[in-house]
């Protein structure tokens, strides 16, 4: 059953509601949600401007029992309990709690401008990060037919990652457009990802700019040698067997190191991180079977970069990992493998729920995480998807400053949700989310 009109002297307890209007014309985080609180039903009572409608079916049965919604009392015949008594001449609600009841409103407001505001940015990084896919591109090509200036444009790439990532407001926003590649893309958006995040682990982890550089160098080729195969057998990389998989790990870090040790100048740290980016910290990788001390810090940092990119990306969406689930993996089943102090400051750069995860809240409403509040990493900023909210006018919260009850209950793989939800949440599309056409002050405006 669809919703139907509701009146709200019918308001009560346990029915799930929907209310039609601006998201600024009330206190709550959605527009649709089941009513479960006395304090929601007082102020649900007396908004204006609005429309409310109830859905039967997802209400709880003794909500609509008895008295029927038809039959429901009159706001006349419903008994309040004010604190203040009616007849004495003043208001029945204390200024101090007017006054409150407006916070949330305006917090709504502060919370949408600054949305704006990252939709602003956002879309400046974003052309950044297209400039530095576009000269990928071109400097892998170069690279592979031995040309040098494929290492002088990739240089001029990480220098300008590096400038890019200097800020961190840069930093968040870079890791929200990473965090979902595009078809037909995947090895550049992939080289770039590692190439972005191994600069982050380096920056924190205290590395030189020069240092850091030839780092960020040898993430951007460590794949190189993958382009010696036929693009078929790149396509089965997510079906290999172990078998296969060894073999393939074992020889294209070898074509890599041939390919960049033909370019004049070519980093020697940087050649390291593309010959020993498969190797593990208990000897088990390939292609030598190295271990911790053998390895280069740079390749150490680059090898766990890697698995946690090829962990959220791969090749088969359905068998992907979600950020979260990726970190954890990495922290807890790779402690023999990975060097730890590399894992830690990746989860340091990107939290508990990493910017582009897509997330289930407490009131079973989907949405995407777009920030990191580093002072309470549980609950970062999100934009929700609600079906009954325009998509002009879209919802932000900041969970660190809603109520306890509205928490992130679980991460979600992009393959459990529903087509149209997916693609209004991908990170790319936040841009597209511009202002209202009426403005703000005008929904909240008495």
């Known amino acids: 059953m669809a919703f139907v009109p509701l009146e709200s002297c019918a308001l009560r307890l346990g029915l799930y509601i929907k209310i039609e209007g601006s998201w600024f014309s009330h206190p709550f985080p959605t527009n ?12 649900l009572r007396g908004l204006k401007r609005v429309k409310l409608f109830v859905d039967i079916e997802r209400s709880d049965p003794e909500a609509i029992s008895t008295p029927s919604l038809s039959e429901a009392p009159t706001r006349e015949e419903m008994v309040i309990e004010d604190p203040v008594s009616q007849d004495d001449g003043v208001s029945s ?20 401008e600054a949305f704006q505001d990252y939709q602003s940015h956002l879309q400046q990084v974003e052309n950044q990060f297209q400039e530095v896919l576009q000269e990928s591109k071109q400097a892998v090509q170069d690279v592979v037919a031995g040309r040098p200036r494929g290492l002088r444009t990739a240089q001029k790439i990480v220098g300008n990652l590096h400038d890019l990532l200097d800020q961190t407001s840069n930093s968040r926003a870079l890791l929200n457009l990473i965090g979902s590649n595009e078809a037909n893309d995947e090895f550049f958006f992939h080289a770039t990802n590692v190439s972005s995040l191994s600069m982050m682990v380096g920056l924190d982890l205290g590395l030189s700019r020069q240092d850091n550089e030839k780092l960020a160098l040898g993430a951007f080729f460590h794949d190189v040698g993958e382009l010696k195969y036929p693009a078929e057998t790149l396509l089965r990389k997510g079906d290999m067997g172990q078998g296969e998989l060894k073999t393939f790990h074992r020889t294209h870090p070898q074509y890599g190191v041939e390919m960049v040790e033909k370019i004049p100048n070519f980093p020697y740290e940087a050649v390291e991180v593309i010959r020993q980016h498969h190797e593990r910290l208990n000897g088990s990788g390939q292609p030598s079977g190295k271990k911790d001390e053998q390895i280069s ?20 969406p359905a068998r992907s990992l979600t950020p979260s689930e990726a970190l954890s993996y990495l922290y807890v089943k790779c402690r023999q493998t990975l060097w730890q102090d590399a894992i830690v400051s990746l989860i340091k750069q990107l939290g508990v729920y990493p910017p582009g995860s897509l997330i ?20 970062p900023i999100v934009l929700v998807h609600d079906e009954h909210s325009s998509t002009e006018e879209p919802i932000v919260l900041n969970l660190a400053e809603e109520e306890d009850s509205l928490f992130i209950a679980e991460a979600i793989r992009p393959g459990d949700l529903a087509p149209h939800i997916r693609d209004c949440l991908n990170p790319r599309r936040i841009i597209s989310y511009f202002p209202s056409n009426t403005p703000i002050e005008a929904s909240v405006a008495p």
């Not at 649709?32 to 102020?43: G, I, M, P, R």
């Open 360 to 379: 289930q809240m407490s009131n079973q409403k989907t949405g995407i995480v777009t920030s990191v509040n580093f002072e309470n990493r549980l609950r």
């Open 93 to 112: 609600i204390p200024p101090e709690v007017e006054e409150t009841a407006v916070d949330p409103m305006q917090r709504k407001v502060a919370q949408h």
């Open 32 to 43: 649709s949600f089941k009513v479960l609180a006395t304090k929601d039903l007082e102020t």
């Open 297 to 316: 810090t740079f390749a150490k940092i680059v090898m766990a970069v890697d698995l946690y990119d090829e962990l959220c990306h791969h090749p088969d």
